[in-house]
């Protein structure tokens, strides 16, 4: 019941923050209008750069969000008396997961929609199983932001957690250079990193009309990295910041 109750909390204060609102729907719908514009005409590029944009806003908009929220929860004492409750550190973290999950889900519909039926987007796949992936790739996002904030003392240094954490794994997950084109050494460092099996999967959504056994096997390493990345963040979970 606590868990339940934590993602009741947290979906309530989302619900009355309206930019974190606009961030999350309003952000994603604005940039996809943008990159159908920049790529004019190149219906195979945006096709291909969308799709997986689909699954990085998600992941970068939580893991801002996600950070900065738990780091106010910590710096305000919210967290501090939440802690002397019953409620256990999973509980709060899980719940966070969920409550964002949800979040992600409307996100992820809601800029599907418009990437399918008002900017052409064409895909072999469901665009369900995009929305599937993306929603994973949200959750991603919502627990490497938690396990980060606790490393953070202001929201400032919440911020500047993204180039190290984020960045990295956009650069080298294939959207830029295929990674049977990248060094070996930048492979191995690629191969160790969660979003690179997020944007697999969303590319063998792009090619094939049925689910594939890659596919399969991509979503679950993301959700193994996200069980593991919410238990270690439970672990380094500070009540408050000094």
Known sequence: MTLLHTTARILRQLRHDKRTIGLLVVVPTLLLTLLYFMYDNQEMVF???????????PFIIMFLVTSIAM?????????????????????LLFGYGIAFGV???IQATIAS????????????GSPALVILIAVTNAVLGVALGLLAS?????????????????????LLCGLFVPRDQMAG???AISDVMPLTYAVEALQEVGANVDATSTMWRD???VAGVVVLALVLASMTLRRRTP
């Open 219 to 221: 979503l679950g390493v």
């Open 103 to 105: 979040a992600a889900a």
């Open 113 to 124: 929609a418009l990437a399918y039926w008002l900017l052409d987007l064409d895909t072999a």
């Open 71 to 91: 780091l106010r929860e910590r710096t305000t004492g919210t967290l501090e008396r939440l802690l002397t409750t019953p409620l256990r550190r999973t509980d």
């Open 47 to 57: 096709d291909r750069v969308a799709l997986i944009m689909l699954g990085l806003f």
């Open 185 to 187: 050494w930048l492979q």
């Open 150 to 170: 606790a490393f953070a003392q202001t929201e400032f240094q919440a911020v500047q957690f993204m180039p190290v954490v984020a960045l990295p794994q956009i």
